[in-house]
């Protein structure tokens, strides 16, 4: 018998072994997550020349990072963002300024779609210094473009948009080159809530904020109605985001003083919807013009459909000022490529009608009354009778029993081997020491 024991204290033991190592791996399992994936990017270490407004530190080169979606389906046009870190003034700036960089590049399998000068970081007036920043190109890939689009970065030429004229050149000795992938990816803004907006002051101002027209990227989120009948209006929540990936925003020189407001516009289709819906909304904290726009209020906006059915929202164009229709600032979404958000309307609802009923006639001639006395005995059957009951299916508790086990099954099956194995321990120890 005693050898029994021991032999069933071994295994117990080696189980509990076993279930150690289970809770380790399963442990290991329960926290690990996936990477996210990364955006392409790559650093080229650019070698500046004498001249223009800036200073460079001899032998000591700049880096600028080119970052592009990972991947891009053919035919698509997509954000190249060229990152120019901090630059040293030759002087301090005697009013606000902003860096203007030009990238000659050969885009493989694509081309580049608006080549030239981009107005990227800023500099405060009084600074010997710019803030770094960014510049964005448009590249569109080929329709018949099959493997990836191969960006070659060429010379960067930096200057002011104002004041002095001349620029610096600066040049690469790298061979390498920024590769995106075709594939089903969206180009930074196909099928996603990222808008690339084109942002610009109106044509018949001239604004030092905006020599050119900027790329900025805005993430537009609508939170459309559980619920919508027709010929009632629908209230959707739009909230914008504005991304490091682009250009910043920044407020007009006639960005007004008090009052300043966001106007969204949103495009809708099907079920009777207007084309088109704006909304609007305040902005809380004071704006100087020259500085960035970096929030933007949220909005109600509303739809009024007519019919059942379905209706879809992408972003529209954006308005900032006092007038939607007169605005300081106006940036314009793409066309195609937006993320689509839907939701369904139902019949109109309708009041119940009120029920007329009519009076029901009145005997008025007096009639005898009789009295009947009369005793019940009422036994109560077993039908009536309250009995307590168990649920058949049991109480709901959740989705673990749909779901299957997971983890926390496996950890709390290997703590109770273990303790299995210490009781197995302690009567082989006591064994061993009696024989």
């Known amino acids: 018998m005693s050898q029994v024991r021991r032999r069933l204290a071994q295994t117990t033991s080696a189980l509990g072994l076993m279930s150690a190592l289970v809770i380790s791996v399963c442990s290991v399992f329960i926290v690990a997550t996936p990477a996210p994936a990364s955006a392409a990017s790559k650093q080229f270490s650019y070698t500046c020349g004498t001249g223009g407004p800036f200073t460079f530190t001899a032998n000591t080169p700049i880096t600028v990072t080119l970052s592009a979606p990972d991947s891009v389906a053919a035919g698509q046009t997509f954000d190249l963002t060229v990152n120019i870190p901090a630059l040293t003034l030759a002087q301090a700036a005697t009013a606000n300024n902003t860096v203007q960089a030009t990238l000659t590049m050969t885009a493989t399998g694509g081309s580049v779609s608006d080549a030239g000068a981009k107005s990227g970081p800023t500099i405060t007036s009084g600074q010997n210094a710019s803030q770094p920043g ?72 001239t604004d030092t904020n905006y020599p050119s027209e900027a790329d900025v990227d805005i993430k537009v989120v609508m939170t459309p109605p559980t619920t919508a009948s027709a010929n009632a209006d629908a209230s959707i929540t739009w909230t914008g985001t504005i991304q490091a990936t682009g250009d910043t925003l920044k407020a007009p020189q006639a960005w007004p003083a008090s009052g300043a407001k966001l106007f969204a516009t949103i495009k809708a289709t099907g079920a009777g919807a207007p084309a088109t819906a704006t909304g609007e909304g305040s902005f809380t904290t004071t704006i100087q013009p020259g500085a960035d726009i970096t929030t933007l209020p949220s909005i109600t906006i509303k739809v009024k459909p007519t019919t059942t059915g379905t209706v879809s929202l992408t972003a ?23 993320k689509a958000y839907t939701f369904t309307v139902g019949n109109a609802s309708t009041s119940p009608s009120p029920t ?55 950890i709390l099956t290997g703590t109770a081997l273990v303790g299995a194995a210490a009781v197995g321990g302690l009567i082989m120890r006591r064994r061993s020491i009696k024989g």
């Open 134 to 205: 960014n510049v964005v190109y448009k590249i569109a890939a080929g329709a018949t473009t099959t493997t990836k689009v191969s960006v070659d970065p060429g010379d960067l030429k930096l200057g002011l948009t104002t004041g002095s004229t001349t620029t610096a050149t600066c040049t690469t000795t790298s061979t390498e080159v920024l590769d995106v992938t075709i594939g089903t990816g969206n180009g930074g803004g196909t099928n996603d809530d990222v808008v690339a907006y084109v942002c610009d002051v109106p044509t018949s101002t």
């Open 316 to 338: 529209g164009d954006l308005a900032f000022g006092t007038s939607s229709t007169s605005p300081v600032l106006k940036c314009t979404a793409p066309t195609t490529g937006l």
């Open 356 to 410: 007329t009923t009519s009076p029901t006639p009145t005997n008025t001639s007096p009639r005898p009354t009789t009295t009947r006395t009369s005793t019940v005995t009422i036994t109560p059957s077993s039908s009536t009778t309250r009995k307590s009951q168990t649920p058949k299916a049991g109480a709901d508790t959740g989705a673990g029993g749909t779901m299957g086990p997971d983890g926390r099954l496996f």
